[in-house]
């Protein structure tokens, strides 16, 4: 169901399609969010092609917030309920109108309520959807929270009196000592830093007396700062008092979770693991991004005839879907971006994971419990009493799993799984050295995807790269591809990462045709399996990068780096 005006424009415009429409109007109106921010962030569109959308059918005048001064905003309007709730900013009064920045002009009812608050007659300007939510970022939010770390905060912490520990009587440091403000300052800020810079982990890691502290961005590790060694176990003891875990527990590893509020309505999830070491305690957080599953198919990187495949086997009653990887893949996001186009009144939908990193209203998400006796299998014997349609396993790490998950597939299930292998023929036949019976395999699994995340280039500072015709074709280009190709090399500006800026998926789609079955049944090799995939015209994963790569969506050396080539 369209909630939003401004979706019914979009529809009768064709712009973006009728089921990403839909998906976006609900999810919006169900979590109260702005629905121009869900289409930007689901990046179905861009924010200026949406501005430049909403300008031809309103009539009204376009402002470029970049060239407007946000101090010359009358404080008696800033009004952060209201703001908060439309999405909207008064920007100035003329006489007695009051011009309101927005982005979706379709919605008269926040005219009508700042018309209301105010006593005056309020006007839309129209703005853009990111440039917006910057301004009511820096006008509702405490600015000096958002700066993230600063040479003062490091000049505070190195005079902290490192000799001035309090310590509980079990001999652990605590954080209620006179001296830790500066601390807590400085976690959060590096914690809104991370945010910031797009990190998907952070690392502080204790030494032989130095102790530095990383941000894993765009895949790669980057060192962000190295904090006084005396000051290693307090910093420890702050993040795990902001993940609720036992302070005076230091020689065992701990796992927990710490919920960062950035605004009343805007909150990120870590989840945080500490480690013993020889020097003290290595704690790394993990940015859980909710928002990533929600983007929609179209946004992960999958090439046209790829993502139909995973789209079809999405709608088929049974059978199984693997995704495999090594860890930090995207295999999860692949996952919840499958379960979020499944996700319907009609269908009953368990996952089972370890641990749960996204939560899905609607679903049934189960977190696994070895220590107190829950694991894989047993939640999946649990699921198939609870009348499932759709079931998700975290990952198949055993024969039990494998076996009860397939036997799921077989009997009018859908099944969604991980595997760590390194290609999508090399999963069959580690289902087969798991044990796993060939005909079962055969019979249950529809859909294999392999994938890998590869750094894509800055549009802003890429350039083209010269590549010898030999290399190209040593590489893996064809003749025929080789005058066509569009070859680009990071550089790095203040916009990306080392001239890199956010990620794509690579992916090799097989599906499980009748040829690959019989290939299963005879217990041929993934060599075998690969060959009969090339054949059948599924792209491996290095052919799906050197595609990317053809397009200047990413680099060669990056190619080589996440295909191991």
Excluded at 61 to 76: A, C, G, R, V, Y
Excluded at 243 to 270: C, H, M, T, V, W
Excluded at 358 to 365: A, M, P
């Amino acid at each position: 169901m369209l909630h939003h005006s401004l979706a019914a424009l979009l529809l009768r415009d064709r712009r973006i399609p009728e089921a990403q429409l839909k998906s976006c109007s609900e999810y919006a109106w169900e979590t109260k969010l702005p629905f121009t921010s869900v289409l930007i962030e689901r990046k179905l569109i861009q924010a200026s092609e949406l501005a430049a959308f909403c300008y031809q059918e309103s009539n009204s005048p376009w402002l470029d917030l970049d060239s407007f001064n946000s101090e010359l905003i009358p404080p008696e309007f800033i009004n952060e309920r209201l703001i908060r709730k439309n999405h909207a900013v008064p920007l100035y009064q003329r006489g007695n109108v009051l011009y309101i920045a927005v982005s979706d002009p379709t919605r008269i009812e926040t005219l009508d309520e700042f018309q209301f608050r105010t006593r005056l007659q309020a006007e839309a300007v129209l703005v853009e959807e990111d440039k917006l939510q910057k301004l009511i970022d820096k006008l509702l939010e405490n600015e000096s929270s958002l700066l993230g770390v600063t040479e003062q905060d490091e000049k505070e912490l190195r005079e902290i009196d490192a000799d001035g520990e309090v310590r509980d009587e079990s001999g652990a440091v605590t954080v209620d000592g006179k001296n830790d403000a500066p601390i807590v300052i400085y976690i959060n800020k590096m914690l809104l830093d991370a945010i910031k810079r797009g990190a998907s982990d952070l690392h502080f890691e204790p030494y032989e007396g130095e102790y530095r502290i990383r941000f894993r961005i765009d895949g790669v590790l980057h060192e962000i700062a190295r904090p006084p060694f005396a000051l290693s176990a307090r910093i420890a003891a702050r993040l795990k008092v902001m993940s609720q875990l036992d302070i005076a527990e230091r020689r065992l590893p701990q796992d927990g979770r710490i919920k960062l509020r950035l605004s009343k309505n805007r909150a990120i999830d870590f989840r945080v693991s500490t480690l013993p070491t020889m020097y003290g305690e290595k704690i790394v957080l993990r940015i859980l991004d909710a928002a990533a599953a929600m983007m929609g198919i179209e946004s992960l990187g999958y090439e046209p005839e790829q993502q139909k495949l995973y789209e079809n086997a999405l709608t088929k009653p049974q059978g199984m879907i693997l995704v495999t990887g090594p860890t930090g893949s995207g295999k999860t996001v692949s996952l919840y971006t499958g379960l979020n186009i499944l996700n319907t009144p009609e269908v009953n939908i368990s996952t089972a994971e370890d641990p749960v990193e996204i939560n899905l209203h609607g679903i049934n998400q189960v977190q696994i419990n070895v220590k107190a006796g829950l694991t894989f299998a047993d939640a999946l014997r649990s699921f198939l009493r609870q009348d499932p349609d759709i079931v998700m396993v975290g990952e198949i790490r055993d024969l039990e799993t494998a076996e009860i998950a397939i036997k799921a597939a077989q009997t009018g299930h859908l099944v969604l799984s991980t595997l760590h292998t390194n290609s999508a023929s090399e999963t069959l036949t580690r289902l087969m050295n798991m044990g796993v019976p060939s005909y079962n395999i055969a019979s249950s699994i529809t859909l294999i995807i392999a994938q890998r995340l590869a750094r894509r280039l800055c549009n802003e500072c890429k350039e083209p790269e010269e590549v010898p015709k030999e290399e190209l074709i040593r590489q893996g280009f064809t003749e025929e591809q080789i005058p066509h190709l569009n070859l680009q090399q990071a550089v790095g500006c203040d916009q990306c990462t080392g001239g890199f800026k956010g990620r794509t998926g690579v992916y090799e789609v097989m599906p499980v045709t009748e040829a690959i079955q019989e290939l299963i049944m005879e217990n041929a090799g993934s060599l075998q399996i690969a060959r009969q995939a090339r054949k059948e015209g599924y792209n491996s994963l290095r052919q799906s990068a050197l595609r990317k790569v053809a397009d200047g969506t990413i680099s060669l050396a990056e190619a080589n780096r996440v295909t191991n080539s």
